[in-house]
């Protein structure tokens, strides 16, 4: 089977997955990308470039796989006079229509920010099928479809949701977790804290560095380590962080090489995630598979990832703040819960992405 995987923000995870995929499957995958920068620009237009560049390839392909980062209508009707009979399927690593904007984003601002959950919302309905990378994803964005049409001023169209749902199902997202083990190291000697994360908004910082310093006046004994990417200017609370917490940092910044991202998390003990957002959570899965102890909000994807093990999540800020306490005072003593995430390597997870993308066809 040939496959056209059309991806418009080709970064970070968006960027892993895609070539992992085309690593791992036993079908040929040929990838239509554009690099991951001005996200916005690359939803209005980047189906325009994208399309082009199908176009011009020429091939003959059996199914096209997009994600969300396009507007999925647009492409398909660039494309339409050549290829029509084409089956399209749509992967939603994120959406705008759950997403937490930022309040100080324009858009926001000016009540113009509701184009681009539109744009996923008409792209979902153009397609053959749907893929949501976690039950929670999938859930939210039909959960958050009628409020969101019912804004509009008639015409609202809700029975469309149903036939977005009746074509909407969950793949998880694959990733290639067995590369950890080769740069596995021992734990550090005391115990040290976890960031490895993007620096964003939506992560909540805050609070994770206000539990941190709430830590540090009880006189314990921590490191913290904090990875990551900030993909515009660092956020405050990274700067007074480096100044607050000067003694406890071990090490503060980006990793060039993924053997030093590795390490990192292998010496880690304690994961506390305190994301305001997370439709799947790849940099905590990560952690996880390398026997770090995750600490998590009980929302989001995360209860999928573990079965709902009662003694990782926490439901207040106060619990957080506890639970964190108790895994430093324990650190020696934490439970390993690399066996519930591994089910995300692509040798595990492959052969569903090959059995379900050959089952998509074009609706007769």
Request: with cysteine; proline share 3%; hydrophobic share 35%.
């Amino acid at each position: 089977m040939k496959v056209a995987l059309v991806e418009a923000f080709f970064t970070g995870s968006h960027k892993r997955w895609a070539e992992e995929m085309q690593t791992f499957s036993s079908h040929k995958i040929d990838i239509f990308s554009l690099k991951g920068n001005y996200w916005k620009w690359r939803m209005h237009g980047g189906a325009i470039t994208l399309a082009n560049q199908f176009l011009e390839k020429g091939e003959k392909y059996d199914l096209i796989l997009a994600t969300d980062m396009m507007d999925l209508s647009l492409f398909k009707s660039l494309i339409s006079a050549k290829y029509n009979n084409i089956p399209i399927a749509l992967y939603f690593h994120e959406n705008q229509l759950c997403y937490p904007w930022s309040e100080t984003d324009r858009d926001v601002q000016k009540n113009r920010d509701s184009h681009y959950a539109f744009i996923n919302f008409s792209s979902a309905l153009v397609a053959d099928q749907v893929f949501f990378n976690s039950h929670f994803h999938k859930d939210s964005f039909l959960g958050a479809l009628p409020n969101f049409l019912k804004g509009f001023p008639d015409y609202n169209e809700l029975d469309s949701i149903k036939k977005i749902e009746a074509k909407s199902e969950v793949l998880y997202l694959g990733m290639d977790l067995q590369k950890f083990n080769k740069y596995k190291t021992e734990q550090n000697k005391k115990p040290l804290i976890l960031w490895n994360h993007r620096w964003e908004y939506d992560k909540n910082p805050t609070d994770f560095f206000k539990a941190l310093y709430k830590m540090q006046e009880k006189n314990l004994d921590f490191e913290v380590v904090i990875l990551g990417e900030n993909f515009r200017q660092i956020p405050e609370e990274f700067e007074i962080a480096k100044e607050k917490l000067k003694d406890k940092i071990s090490f503060m910044g980006y990793t060039e090489s993924f053997k030093d991202y590795a390490n990192w998390l292998w010496k880690a003990h304690i994961l506390p995630v305190t994301s305001n957002q997370d439709f799947f959570g790849g940099s905590v899965v990560e952690a996880i598979f390398c026997n770090c102890y995750p600490i998590l909000p009980k929302r989001l994807a995360y209860p999928e990832h573990l079965q709902n093990n009662e003694s990782c999540f926490y439901n207040s800020y106060e619990e957080f703040c506890q639970k964190l306490e108790d895994a430093i005072c324990n650190f020696s003593n934490l439970e390993n819960l690399n066996s519930f995430v591994e089910k995300y390597d692509w040798k595990d997870i492959i052969d569903e992405y090959d059995k379900k993308l050959c089952q998509i066809k074009k609706p007769s």
